[in-house]
């Protein structure tokens, strides 16, 4: 089935360091969402992207919709404790298509 | 508000038992329901979507299945748990245009 790649799969930082991650697909998307989520956790939504080049912040987090369809990226920027947790992103095809494909997910921990 | 319930949190089941999870939301009608599984430390598996009452669609060949039997509830279940059954499971629902909002999810071992 449809496969989202994304990288690092693990990231260790500093505290203040800005963070970047991205995903890859042979296919065009049609709507990018990147999730949070924390130990025991489900996910939680950070950011939607719905339009091609579309560059869109939550706070300090800022995500883009490639231009291509065909990828995502995230940034965090000057990183936090509380930033730690597994960061997904996740795709829909098509219109209408009721399903999300998820990336494997990027671990980030920050050393103190 | 919208809302979503999932319970319990955390279940032991010994191999061969039955299992059945429930997932409910409150605050919006006829949403789209999902239920995920997700492995230590791997992404997130579709099992199940719903687009409404009785409408089951199957992503995964396995021994876990899933009904709707109300607008906002969402079960799953399994007969006879197996050992690669344990996980974390998740249930998530949306409206079209939106993204997933998920449930806090069930942990699930199985002995």
């Known amino acids: 089935g449809q496969q989202l790649n994304q990288s690092p799969q693990s990231m260790f930082i500093q505290e203040g360091e800005d963070v970047s991650m991205n995903c890859t697909s042979s296919?065009?998307?049609?709507?990018w969402l990147w999730y949070k989520q924390d130990p025991g956790e489900g996910p939680v939504l950070l950011i939607a992207?719905?339009?091609?080049?579309e560059l869109t912040s939550n706070g300090r987090l800022t995500a883009q919709f490639g231009i291509t369809r065909k990828d995502s990226f995230l940034n965090i920027s000057a990183s936090i404790p509380s930033d730690v947790g597994i960061y997904f992103c996740a795709g829909q095809l098509l219109a209408g298509n009721e399903k999300l494909t998820f990336g494997t997910g990027t671990r980030l921990t920050i050393i103190p | 508000s919208q809302t979503i319930h999932q319970w319990p949190a955390t279940l032991v089941q010994p191999v061969g038992s039955p299992l059945s999870l429930e997932c409910t939301v409150e605050g919006t009608s006829n949403p789209n329901l999902y239920w995920y599984r997700q492995a230590a430390g791997r992404g997130l598996q579709l099992l199940f979507y719903s687009v409404g009452i009785g409408q089951i669609s199957s992503e995964v060949p396995q021994n876990l299945s899933a009904s709707r039997p109300q607008d906002r509830q969402f079960i799953l279940s399994s007969k006879k748990l197996l050992l690669s059954d344990s996980g974390f499971y998740l249930c998530?629902?949306?409206?079209?245009?939106?993204?997933?909002?998920f449930g806090s999810g069930t942990r699930l071992t199985v002995v």
């Open positions: 992207l719905y339009k091609a080049g």
């Open positions: 998530a629902w949306r409206i079209r245009g939106y993204g997933y909002t």
């Open positions: 296919s065009i998307f049609n709507t």
